[in-house]
T-cell receptor, first 116, second 111 residues
Framework: DTGVSQDPRHKITKRGQNVTFRCDPISEHNRLYWYRQTLGQGPEFLTYFQNEAQLEKSRLLSDRFSAERPKGSFSTLEIQRTEQGDSAMYLC??????????????FGDGTRLSIL | DAKTTQPTSMDCAEGRAANLPCNHSTISGNEYVYWYRQIHSQGPQYIIHGLKNNETNEMASLIITEDRKSSTLILPHATLRDTAVYYCIVKSTGTASKLTFGTGTRLQVTL
């Protein structure tokens, strides 16, 4: 399967614990995005990387959230001291961008986080 | 990026064409119209995008009005597997890279 891969698919944890999610983008895609989706809503943008550089962060990304893409390939999203409100689906997407091209973003199937 | 307006829900009989409308009256000249869909418990799936010309691929057709203020996604022969939430998104090719999703149209395909 050459699509965007996310791990784990489901994560259940107690409030206050730290969690980390991984995203493997489509090979050779230079942009990687993180979104969050709560029940009944469309996905909301969190942050994106161009290669290893994090170029934009949403105001939704509080200090407890950190994302990395150390070698410009896979990315991790960590949430520290989880809260009930962090329960959501965390989606990763990737795209190939060069110049003014408008290649679409392709999404993984997400990690569903449940905070007890 | 311009905002979009879509009906909350639609029904379509299996085998018939599903026509999903989207209004984007504030779209600007460098903004593309993208369509994604999301089947329950899966990530959004890219369907099609266009600037001003009509587009067709193996999944769907995209019809954009001449003034670009609205568009219609057409699934020519809907099947039960097309039941999903369909999102119409307007995005520029400039520095703004994120997709801004609304709440989409929930399409229910019935027998």
């Amino acid at each position: 399967d050459t699509g965007v891969s996310q791990d784990p698919r489901h994560k259940i944890t107690k409030r206050g614990q730290n969690v980390t999610f991984r995203c493997d983008p489509i090979s050779e895609h230079n942009r990687l995005y993180w979104y969050r989706q709560t029940l009944g809503q469309g996905p909301e943008f969190l942050t994106y990387f161009q290669n290893e550089a994090q170029l934009e962060k949403s105001r939704l990304l509080s200090d407890r959230f950190s994302a990395e893409r150390p070698k410009g390939s896979f990315s991790t999203l960590e949430i520290q001291r989880t809260e009930q409100g962090d329960s959501a689906m965390y989606l990763c997407a990737s795209s190939l961008v060069s110049g003014q091209s408008n290649q679409p973003q392709h999404f993984g199937d997400g990690t569903r986080l449940s905070i007890l | 990026d311009a905002k979009t307006t879509q009906p909350t829900s639609m029904d379509c009989a299996e085998g018939r064409a599903a026509n999903l409308p989207c209004n984007h009256s504030t779209i600007s000249g460098n903004e593309y119209v993208y369509w994604y869909r999301q089947i329950h418990s899966q990530g959004p799936q890219y369907i099609i995008h266009g600037l001003k010309n009509n587009e067709t691929n193996e999944m769907a057709s995209l019809i954009i009005t001449e003034d670009r203020k609205s568009s219609t996604l057409i699934l020519p022969h809907a099947t039960l597997r097309d039941t999903a939430v369909y999102y119409c998104i307007v995005k520029s090719t400039g520095t703004a890279s994120k997709l801004t999703f609304g709440t989409g149209t929930r399409l229910q395909v019935t027998l």
